[in-house]
Each structure stands twice: as C-alpha cells, then as structure tokens.
C-alpha cells in the first residue's frame, strides 16, 4: 500500500499545453509539498500545504498552481508549459507536529515538454 | 538563508571499498540533519538522521555524525555494495513559518562496481 503516490509516472507533452500532476498521501500526515528535480539531480522545493493552506510559495512562475482539495491530496497544475519545466516532480508529506522533519516521498513524475 | 555543500561526484568505488560523503552546511538555527538516498528511478527515501549536535545516525551500515563545531555531518560506509549504488542528498531541516522545510545539497552519485 503506497504512503505517497503520485500520478502520472511519466507524461510527456508539447509546449504551450496545460497539464497536472495528482499527490495523494494514505500517512494521515499534515503537511505536503511539491519538490521539483532538475536534470542534474538538484531538488528544490515549490510549494508546501499545511492542512489544505499555503504556508511555502517559493519563486516559481504563476504558470504552477498547486491544488488542495483536502489535506490527503496535493495536486499540481502547469499552465503554458515550457522546455524549461522539463523535470521530475516529487510530491512529499510530513506530520507537521513532527519537530524532527522526516519527509515521506512519491516515486515522481517525469515531466518532458517538447 | 539556510544551505547545504555536498562532495561533488560522481563517486565510483569497488565492491568492499570504503565511502565517504562529505556534507556540510549553513544554518541561523538549530537543524535536523538527513541523509536521503535515490535509487534509480525512485523517489528519495530517508536513510538517516540526527536531531542535535554529536548525534550519531545510522542505517543499513551507513552511519553520519552532527559535527557543530565543523557544521558538517558526512556519511560513511565501510564497505560498500553493489547494491549501495545511487544517489545521496544531505540535507537539513528548518522552520518555516508552521512548518518543516528541507534544503537539500546537490546529491553525490555513487556507483560500486562489482
């Protein structure tokens, strides 16, 4: 039974297209988050929700919209993709109480715009 | 802000060999420090922690200290696997606002040749 699972695995899209990206986490954790990985391996985060509200929005472009309905589902949302967005997209979860900051990863999604 | 500085790979090694990471980092506060390993084609997995200074953490023959006076906290291994092959992150965690937020390095790949 997967903690963090993320859909799709792989997506691979034109440029100008929107597209999304599901995070679902069975942990019963607090806190999610959307990491992106860059083709060098550098992992930066993006955003992170605390029970379904915003609390982290680094800089990243308005084209990313991350969505959550509740606090087990983060889901992300590119407008007019880019080659530049061409990455992997780790979603990650924790209990927010918890004050050592252990997070849980999803497998990723590979995202390839052409 | 907050940064981690991690040995530049890519680390190769023969099967028995000894491993080193180094990590070091920057830090206003008091953080947790991690080692996260990613195996090829999967999401990051937690291999270990320390929570306060001269902490030792260790997993699966890995084993990393939190050095405050030298704010470093570099992984060892006495002797690697083929299995061990992958790529590793340090990183630490801080708060932001409510919640927990990682910074990870820029990951060292491993390879261990047989």
């Known amino acids: 039974d997967t903690a963090v699972s993320q859909t799709p695995k792989y997506l691979v899209t034109q440029m100008g297209n929107d597209k999304s990206i599901k995070c679902e986490q069975n942990l019963g954790h607090d806190t999610m988050y959307w990491y992106k990985q860059d083709s060098k391996k550098f992992l930066k985060i993006m955003f992170s929700?605390?029970?379904?509200?915003?609390?982290i929005n680094e800089t990243v472009p308005n084209r990313f919209s991350p969505k959550s309905p509740d606090k087990a589902h983060l889901n992300l949302h590119i407008n007019s993709l880019e080659l530049g967005d061409s990455a992997v997209y780790f979603c990650?979860?924790?209990?927010?109480?918890?004050?050592?900051?252990?997070?849980?990863f999803g497998a990723g999604s590979r995202l390839t715009v052409l | 802000g907050d940064s981690v500085t991690q040995m530049e790979g890519p680390v190769t090694l023969s099967e028995e060999a000894f491993l080193t990471i180094n990590c070091t980092y920057t830090?206003?506060?008091?953080?947790?420090l991690f080692w996260y390993v990613q195996y090829p084609g999967e999401g990051l997995q937690l291999l270990l922690k320390?929570?306060?200074?001269?902490d030792k953490g260790s997993n699966k023959g890995f084993e990393a200290t939190y050095r405050k006076e030298t704010t470093s906290f570099h992984l060892e291994k006495g002797s690697v696997q083929v299995s061990d092959s992958a790529v590793y992150f340090c990183a630490l965690s801080d708060r932001t606002g409510s919640a927990r937020q990682l910074t990870f390095g820029s990951g060292t790949q491993l390879t261990v040749l047989p």
């Open positions: 929700y605390n029970n379904k509200e915003l609390i």
């Open positions: 990650a979860s924790s209990q927010v109480l918890d004050r050592v900051g252990v997070l849980t």
């Open positions: 830090a206003t506060g008091y953080p947790s």
């Open positions: 320390a929570t306060k200074a001269d």
